[in-house]
């Protein structure tokens, strides 16, 4: 009995409910909506600890990236963007393809963002508009320390904007409390809904900074998001995705029920479990910092193994869909999931398909030691 | 027993089959869903009536729109734009954003956009670069005539960009016979699923023009586009919307087996039905030429009823959602349906609902005469 599982970092296992809750459609302009809206934005403020309004789109996250840049700055605005990786690549792709001006800060794939980078980078560029991190870069696992930045550029006239699309809900992000002013999400991650909403918290400082941007924007625009969210009752400015609108409010009463807290306890014990079990098997992380790193386990292919050999194997024998490399790491690692709609017989599960997975590869693997490290764990 | 009717010209009903079509979702970059897409592409073409590329966003079909103009025009391009409703002043507005200049032929919302006019303006403007038109003004139930604007566009080295987001699948309309170089639509129109995913028809020549266009674009970027559905098998460049994309192969298999031309005659009948209605109950309608009104039937509330008085009871009664006008139009008209997913009874159903309402509201009404008429259409 093959079953299937999307055991990736995005999009991510969907709960039944939230899957049948796209399956009929009620009217966006209907006042059952309206009161699902108030409700998700609402819900979308929990999830951002925010008190500032959070904008929704229909896109991927990329888009919601898009819209914070162009609304919020004009060409030739000098931006410093940390590219450790394929999403932080995209935040310099995408102020580059609006004019901005972009100190990039390239550092190793794997490594995290440094701070001390940061105060050189303003130092010698006093005229920095803004500062653009990704949280948790899905490509490589890491999960940059946004609380330093943020404390960082609090001190500057610059806007921090940080890409959280698969971090947030996974790990902890005070979007308030820790500065951010634009802070980017997505659907399909932590929010346990099929991709297609993409959201963006802003501060009061960015709003101002949207008064005078000039890069043209029109569907992503943020001032006409928020003056269609500010109706009573609120609106978004062109139809929205209701299907997945309608499957965010499941996802959300689920977020609440079992609260923040309590959800980042559970990713981090899910990854802590998972990196147990990668250490049993004698595999590498690629992440050189764990400590924050619960969104995604990025692991060496084994010497001699394409770890192209390893995802085909586990989607064709076993209907398991894990994600291998992006980028310049393509064929060189792969990534085991735990964010999301996850649990620890998940991580069992994944941990077992591995093993069976490198014992047919060949590799000397002791079937039972990965899972029993990850037991181990879970059972603390 | 009250029953939930959308009965709006968008989102329009969704069949059961594409509803469930939602519910379990399979990753975006696995094999079947290559397989999907490419069928779900090859689908859009047959639809479209094109051999060109149709390219695949996750956005509302304003999304699609602001990604055509981005992608084929530069600060400063001269374009003929014709707004005689809310969806061609969105065509002035995005042309604005980008820096376009705009020569905004605006006409009387109800009347149909004149081919003479653009003769004019093209005269009056030899350097335009581009017209742009509304086929389905789904503002007014307006449907203009796209082949006689083609003919005259096709002259000239303007590109010729259509809105058909209403429009594509409900009256005909010939991409590449009649000269359309960029054709948007969107999904919850006769495409019969839920909003969320939008497309753009791109011809040879909109393609050559891409290449020298300087407006700033990444989300919406048609080459990014291409480029990734180009590939073997094709690829989206940012994770799309999956639920919806399985909905539309559903829906695009739905079509294929009614066949375009089955679809654009039932399209038509039921509106001659609806119109006939409208007649027998003594009502006004706003569009001038109903000859390819198909799409939607606009019709002026009676002297002394806001129309919102008829929305709101038919909502409120009857569970039946039914348009209001939009624009300058709000208060002034109601918006019968029959876009999509519509059958003769789904129209008696609708203009019972109507006599009921009617009445109630103290209007002259002979029950029964508005379904009678609509049957004898129904009967022919």
């Known amino acids: ?17 939230v899957g049948l809750a796209q399956v009929s459609m009620i009217h966006h302009r209907s006042p059952d909506f309206s009161v699902l809206l108030e409700r998700v934005l609402d819900g979308l403020k929990y999830v951002y600890q925010t008190r500032n309004d959070v904008l929704l789109f229909t896109s991927s996250g990329t888009g919601a990236m898009e819209g914070a840049i162009a609304s919020c700055f004009s060409p030739g605005d000098k931006v410093i963007a940390f590219a450790g990786g394929k999403f932080g690549e995209r935040l310099v792709e995408i102020s580059q393809a609006f004019g901005l001006k972009v100190v990039a800060i390239e550092f190793e794939w794997g490594a995290c963002a440094d701070p001390a980078d940061l105060k050189k980078a303003l130092a010698a560029n006093p005229d920095t508009r803004g500062v653009l991190l990704t949280q948790s870069e899905t490509s490589t696992g ?89 109706k009573t009752p609120p609106e978004t400015p062109y139809t929205p995705a209701i299907t997945l609108v309608q499957a965010l409010d499941v996802a959300i009463g689920m977020i609440r029920e079992e609260g923040l807290e309590a959800m980042f306890a559970r990713h981090e014990r899910l990854a802590r479990a998972t990196q147990a079990a990668v250490e049993a098997l004698g595999l590498r992380f690629l992440a050189k ?38 980028g310049k790491l393509k064929g060189k690692i792969f990534r085991l999931a735990h964010v999301g709609y996850f649990n620890e017989f998940d991580i069992v599960t994944q941990v077992a398909a591995l093993e069976l997975t490198l014992k047919r590869l060949g590799q000397p693997v002791e079937l039972g030691s990965g899972v029993g490290a990850a037991l181990k764990v879970l059972a603390e």
């Open 142 to 230: 890491v999960v940059n320390d946004v609380e330093a930045f943020g404390s960082i550029v609090a001190k500057t006239n610059a806007l921090f904007m940080v890409d959280a699309i698969s971090g947030l809900g996974a790990v902890d992000l005070k979007t308030d409390d820790w500065g951010i002013d634009l802070c980017v999400s997505g659907s399909q991650k932590a929010l346990m809904i099929p991709p297609g909403l993409a959201f963006c918290a802003v501060s009061e400082k960015a709003w101002k900074a949207a008064e005078t941007a000039k890069c043209p924007s029109y569907y992503f625009s943020f001032k006409a998001a928020r003056k269609s969210q500010s």
């Open 289 to 326: 910092d764990r400590s924050r790193a619960f969104v995604t386990t990025s692991v060496w292919a084994p010497e001699g193994v394409p770890a192209g050999d390893i995802t085909k194997f586990m989607r064709n024998e076993f209907g398991m869909f894990i994600a291998g490399g992006q």
């Open 1 to 17: 009995m093959k079953k299937d599982y999307i055991f990736t970092p995005g999009p991510t296992p969907v709960p039944p409910q």
